[in-house]
């Protein structure tokens, strides 16, 4: 009876793997020509990345190879001056045409956008009948039968599995996410912020937006960051950049709206807890020369102004956006650092590097520029382009917490994530060990939180890239951590 019963089990999960992968269609991304002046070898694979990422979803899965595909998409990049266009087309690896697609731009700044409308043009056309269009999509192969044994499951460190809450649809393609007030009935206020609106949700059973803020085109959001203000309220620190210049700003919920109580702040903020203490928020200045200038220091407002006190020295490759502190069993301080190229950096209370990862972490495709006429010389782009990682937390335990996205890596200053996890570290006396991490999540990670005194993670994802008419879309899971 037993066996009859696995049986009966795995045909059925063969006929429904057969009705959800029919429509799913394997496709790959050939070698985009180049034409026109360019650095053909960087431009072609900075395209072929870029328009694989976009291409990657529900209905269409990229894969590695022609070989492995339902469907080939090759194209063409040619530029006249500014001008632009790029014409694709999609095959069946017999080689008939199934569709072909085209889009054009006035400016290189239209490209990373016209190419996620190229793609949605070619999605839509291959989507509409896989029948029609002559593409045949095979179901992967399924055993007949299965047995306990047989069931490969999650490595033992992995947590925050498949349970926990998980929002609807969000509209805008949010970069950050903080946390508010627990209210009476229950409801959570959670933050998220796109380049420029910052919008204020409650969540229970469901998402519901209440407020949002525009800023002007000229602004970007670099940080969101949320704490007990001295007045009694609950103050939400934007990080915002105009021009070269920072001009952040405080606001606070008032009833169902928002509102601004302090403005053109010339500070980096970011609310953190050192050693898994208490949260405190600190600040750090721009620099003329230097993006980051001066030690990070804690810090307090009252009205507009913001008072600094017990400032501490950074190590190399640190600033108020990269680095945590914890200490040892001894009550020792480490400082921990994210450094540039992703790799993570343990000092010791001299500042010295005690220890260095392998592997990297991080990953994030949040950034400012700012001019930089030395930059011309190596690089030749006029401007520095700075990316600002994920928060690095430390639990009460000692524990350390790091985001880190892969993916897609393209050449130069142009970033592409397609998944993330955030994992959970400790300080073994010699070097950090991994504890546990989370699944990874099947889209782009640009921000976490952990929320020790519930032990939850909130996951923000984006689940849809912005474009020239959209916003693009997010969506935000809790988990227990453990």
Do not use: H
């Amino acid at each position: 009876m037993k066996k009859s019963i696995l049986i009966l089990i795995a045909l059925l999960t063969q006929l429904f793997a057969v009705t959800a992968f029919a429509a799913q269609m394997r496709l790959f991304v050939a070698d985009i020509n180049v034409t026109g002046g360019q650095d053909s070898a960087e431009m072609k694979r900075a395209l072929q990345v870029l328009l694989t990422s976009r291409l990657n979803g529900d209905k269409i899965v990229t894969v590695a190879s022609a070989a492995e595909a339902d469907v080939v998409v090759s194209g063409t990049y040619v530029s006249f001056g500014k001008i632009f266009s790029i014409d694709t087309i999609a095959k069946t690896p017999a080689g008939k045409t199934i569709s072909q697609a085209f889009v054009q731009g006035a400016t290189g700044d239209e490209l990373i956008p016209a190419i996620g409308i190229l793609a949605g043009k070619l999605t839509a056309e291959l989507t509409k009948s896989n029948t029609a269009s002559g593409v045949v999509v095979t179901a992967p192969l399924l055993l007949t039968a299965v047995s306990e044994t047989e069931i490969v499951k999650p490595k033992a460190q992995e947590t925050a599995a498949a349970s926990g809450w998980m929002s609807p649809r969000l509209t805008g393609a949010a970069n950050l996410i903080a946390t508010g007030r627990t209210l009476p009935d229950g409801n959570r206020e959670i933050f998220l912020a796109e380049e420029q609106q910052l919008a204020y949700y409650r969540q229970g059973i469901d998402m519901k937006l209440i407020a949002e803020v525009i800023l002007k085109p000229t602004e970007k959001i670099l940080s969101l960051d949320t704490i007990a203000g001295n007045d009694g309220n609950f103050d939400i620190y934007v990080t915002i950049i105009r021009a070269d210049e920072l001009a952040s700003q405080v606001w606070q919920v008032k009833g169902d709206t928002l509102q601004l109580v302090a403005e053109k702040l010339p500070y980096f903020f970011r609310c953190a807890n050192l050693f898994g203490g208490a949260t405190k928020l600190y600040a750090q200045s721009m620099g003329r020369g230097d993006d980051f200038y001066g030690d990070v220091a804690e810090a307090s407002r009252i009205g507009s102004a913001i008072t600094l006190s017990n400032p501490i020295k950074m190590p190399r490759y640190g600033n108020i956006y990269s680095f945590n502190q914890f200490r040892n069993i001894n009550g020792k301080t480490f400082t921990i650092v994210l450094n540039p190229d992703g790799y993570l950096i343990v000092y010791d209370q001299q500042l010295n590097e005690l220890w260095r990862s392998n592997d990297k972490f991080g990953g994030s495709e949040l950034y400012f520029q700012k001019e930089d006429s030395n930059n011309i010389r190596v690089s030749g782009d006029k401007y520095r382009w700075t990316f600002l990682n994920q928060r690095i937390q430390v639990t009460s335990k000692g524990e350390i917490l790091i985001g880190k996205n892969d993916g897609f890596w393209v050449m130069g200053n142009a970033r592409s994530y397609k998944r993330g996890a955030v994992y959970n570290m400790i300080w073994n006396g010699s070097s950090l060990d991994e504890k546990w991490r989370t699944r990874e999540t099947q889209n782009y990670m640009p921000d976490y939180l952990y929320n020790e005194s519930r032990n939850e993670l909130l996951i923000l994802q984006t689940v849809q890239r912005p474009g020239l008419a959209s916003r693009g879309a997010s969506s935000l899971s809790i988990k227990k951590a453990e």
